[in-house]
Each structure stands twice: as structure tokens, then as C-alpha cells.
């Protein structure tokens, strides 16, 4: 089983920078893909961004060039630094993480574990 702890999370103004973070916990060594998704009440939940065990990269369109997530595979964390806020990245963001490799911006179905979700809320 895998746990997955969000943070970093908050409010700030047009034009600003949050950084989440996202700490795995348990049986990790067979983790090959994280990621991070994002949901509007009413929406579905959208792939964000995702990266394999080797750092292989991949982002949605709505974020590539202002978001960049990373990781460091000693700590089992997962980062996503968001750039260039505007008020419609003002959503849930869950982070994610699945057995199977990366394939695109989701965290692939099958074998995925999920946090409990960061508020981000940005201001106009």
C-alpha cells in the first residue's frame, strides 16, 4: 500500500508562484509514474502533469510553460511548481501516483493511489 501527503497549498494573487509538494509513503520501490491532477466542483478531474522513475516529463497544455514538476526519488517526493497563476488554476489539486509507467500528463488508471487534495486559490 502507498499514502500520499500533500502540502504547500494556499492563496495568492494574480501573476504568483505556489510550490506542492507531495510525500510518498509505504511500499514506494514499485512506484514508475507520479503526478498531479486538478478538479473543479463540477468537473472532471484533469492530469496536470506526470513523471516517470527517470524523470521523463509530461504536462497539459493549459500549464506547460508555467508549471514544472520534478522529483526526488531519495526523499519519495514529488514537487509541482506552479508559475504564473491566474484565477483559473483556483481548484483542488490531488497528487497521484500508479505501478504502471507514464504515458502523458495523467497518472495512468490501474494500480494509482491518490492524496487527499491541496485548496489553491488565486486572486485577481
Known amino acids: 500500500q502507498v499514502q500520499l501527503v500533500e502540502s504547500g497549498g494556499g492563496s495568492v494573487q494574480a501573476g504568483g508562484s505556489l510550490r506542492l509538494s507531495c510525500a510518498a509513503y509505504g511500499l514506494t520501490y514499485s512506484i514508475h509514474c507520479m503526478g498531479w491532477f486538478r478538479q473543479a466542483p463540477g468537473k472532471e478531474r484533469e492530469g496536470v502533469a506526470a513523471?516517470?522513475?527517470?524523470?521523463?516529463?509530461s504536462y497539459a497544455d493549459s500549464v506547460k510553460g508555467r508549471f514544472t514538476i520534478s522529483q526526488d526519488n531519495a526523499k519519495n517526493t514529488l514537487y509541482l511548481q506552479m508559475n504564473s497563476l491566474t484565477p483559473e488554476d483556483t481548484v483542488m489539486y490531488y497528487c497521484a501516483a500508479s505501478h504502471r509507467y507514464c504515458s502523458g500528463p495523467a497518472v495512468p488508471p490501474g494500480a494509482r493511489y491518490w492524496g487527499q487534495g491541496t485548496q489553491v486559490t488565486v486572486s485577481s
Open positions: 513523471i516517470d522513475s527517470d524523470g521523463r516529463a
